[in-house]
Protein backbone atom coordinates (compact mmCIF):
# COMPACT_ATOMS: atom_id res chain seq x y z
CA UNK A 1 0.00 0.00 0.00
CA UNK A 2 2.89 2.29 0.77
CA UNK A 3 4.76 1.77 -2.24
CA UNK A 4 2.11 3.12 -4.10
CA UNK A 5 2.84 6.53 -2.10
CA UNK A 6 6.32 6.53 -3.00
CA UNK A 7 7.05 9.55 -5.17
CA UNK A 8 4.41 11.33 -3.20
CA UNK A 9 5.95 10.37 -0.04
CA UNK A 10 9.19 10.97 -1.71
CA UNK A 11 8.27 14.45 -2.47
CA UNK A 12 7.24 15.39 0.75
CA UNK A 13 10.63 14.37 2.46
CA UNK A 14 12.78 16.17 0.22
CA UNK A 15 10.37 19.31 0.53
CA UNK A 16 10.86 18.85 4.56
CA UNK A 17 14.64 18.37 4.73
CA UNK A 18 14.97 21.15 2.30
CA UNK A 19 12.82 23.11 4.72
CA UNK A 20 15.00 22.38 7.17
CA UNK A 21 18.60 23.27 5.40
CA UNK A 22 17.14 26.80 4.97
CA UNK A 23 16.10 27.22 9.02
CA UNK A 24 19.54 26.35 9.79
CA UNK A 25 21.41 27.61 7.17
CA UNK A 26 23.87 30.03 8.66
CA UNK A 27 22.91 28.76 12.51
CA UNK A 28 27.01 29.30 14.16
CA UNK A 29 26.12 25.91 15.98
CA UNK A 30 23.52 24.06 13.37
CA UNK A 31 25.48 21.99 10.98
CA UNK A 32 23.29 20.20 8.86
CA UNK A 33 24.44 17.27 5.81
CA UNK A 34 24.41 18.65 2.82
CA UNK A 35 22.71 16.42 0.71
CA UNK A 36 21.62 16.09 -3.08
CA UNK A 37 18.11 15.80 -3.00
CA UNK A 38 17.35 15.46 -6.49
CA UNK A 39 19.31 11.69 -6.20
CA UNK A 40 18.66 11.13 -2.20
CA UNK A 41 15.35 10.46 -0.53
CA UNK A 42 16.45 10.86 3.14
CA UNK A 43 14.61 9.04 5.50
CA UNK A 44 15.62 10.74 8.88
CA UNK A 45 17.15 14.21 9.36
CA UNK A 46 20.38 14.41 11.36
CA UNK A 47 21.97 17.80 12.67
CA UNK A 48 25.14 18.22 14.55
CA UNK A 49 24.69 20.91 17.17
CA UNK A 50 28.34 22.38 17.73
CA UNK A 51 29.27 22.46 21.63
CA UNK A 52 25.98 20.47 22.55
CA UNK A 53 26.53 19.74 26.36
CA UNK A 54 23.62 18.01 27.29
CA UNK A 55 21.21 16.23 24.56
CA UNK A 56 19.44 14.20 27.37
CA UNK A 57 18.29 17.36 28.15
CA UNK A 58 17.91 18.85 24.59
CA UNK A 59 15.70 16.07 23.76
CA UNK A 60 13.56 16.02 27.00
CA UNK A 61 12.86 19.39 26.77
CA UNK A 62 11.82 19.48 23.17
CA UNK A 63 9.57 15.98 24.04
CA UNK A 64 7.72 18.60 26.61
CA UNK A 65 6.92 20.89 23.10
CA UNK A 66 5.79 17.81 21.87
CA UNK A 67 9.03 17.27 19.33
CA UNK A 68 10.29 13.62 19.16
CA UNK A 69 13.95 13.30 18.45
CA UNK A 70 16.30 10.00 18.28
CA UNK A 71 19.64 9.51 18.11
CA UNK A 72 20.88 7.02 15.03
CA UNK A 73 23.73 5.19 14.30
CA UNK A 74 26.54 4.65 17.25
CA UNK A 75 30.15 4.63 16.04
CA UNK A 76 31.13 1.38 14.64
CA UNK A 77 34.47 1.57 17.39
CA UNK A 78 31.42 1.32 20.44
CA UNK A 79 29.28 -1.37 19.19
CA UNK A 80 29.31 -4.98 20.87
CA UNK A 81 31.48 -6.96 17.77
CA UNK A 82 34.27 -4.22 18.70
CA UNK A 83 34.32 -4.46 22.37
CA UNK A 84 37.05 -6.85 22.97
CA UNK A 85 39.48 -5.36 19.72
CA UNK A 86 41.35 -3.14 22.00
CA UNK A 87 40.96 -0.65 18.83
CA UNK A 88 42.14 2.74 19.58
CA UNK A 89 40.54 5.40 20.67
CA UNK A 90 38.78 8.12 18.67
CA UNK A 91 37.93 11.37 20.08
CA UNK A 92 36.79 12.98 16.91
CA UNK A 93 34.28 10.40 16.38
CA UNK A 94 33.17 10.27 19.69
CA UNK A 95 32.61 14.47 20.47
CA UNK A 96 30.75 14.59 16.82
CA UNK A 97 28.44 11.86 18.01
CA UNK A 98 27.74 13.19 21.26
CA UNK A 99 26.27 16.25 19.04
CA UNK A 100 24.32 14.78 16.36
CA UNK A 101 20.29 15.01 16.94
CA UNK A 102 18.19 13.37 14.64
CA UNK A 103 14.35 15.43 14.33
CA UNK A 104 11.27 14.47 12.68
CA UNK A 105 11.13 13.73 8.93
CA UNK A 106 7.74 11.94 7.69
CA UNK A 107 5.71 12.25 5.58
CA UNK A 108 3.17 13.78 8.41
CA UNK A 109 5.35 16.53 8.88
CA UNK A 110 3.87 19.69 7.46
CA UNK A 111 5.75 22.77 6.58
CA UNK A 112 4.35 24.80 9.59
CA UNK A 113 5.53 21.51 11.86
CA UNK A 114 9.00 21.91 10.74
CA UNK A 115 9.19 25.89 10.95
CA UNK A 116 8.06 24.90 14.71
CA UNK A 117 10.75 21.86 14.83
CA UNK A 118 13.36 24.16 13.69
CA UNK A 119 12.14 27.16 16.24
CA UNK A 120 12.13 25.24 18.63
CA UNK A 121 15.40 23.82 18.55
CA UNK A 122 17.07 27.43 18.23
CA UNK A 123 15.75 28.65 21.01
CA UNK A 124 16.72 25.81 23.29
CA UNK A 125 20.66 25.86 22.05
Not at 69 to 83: D, I, M
Not at 92 to 101: A, C, D, N, Q, R
Amino acid sequence: MQLKRLNEFSSIRRARAQQYDELFENHPRIKVINHNYREVVPHIYVIQIDQLKDRRQLQKSLLEKGIQTGVHYLPNHTLSYFEEKNLAQFPVTEKIYSELLTIPLHPNVSEDDVAFIASQVKSLI
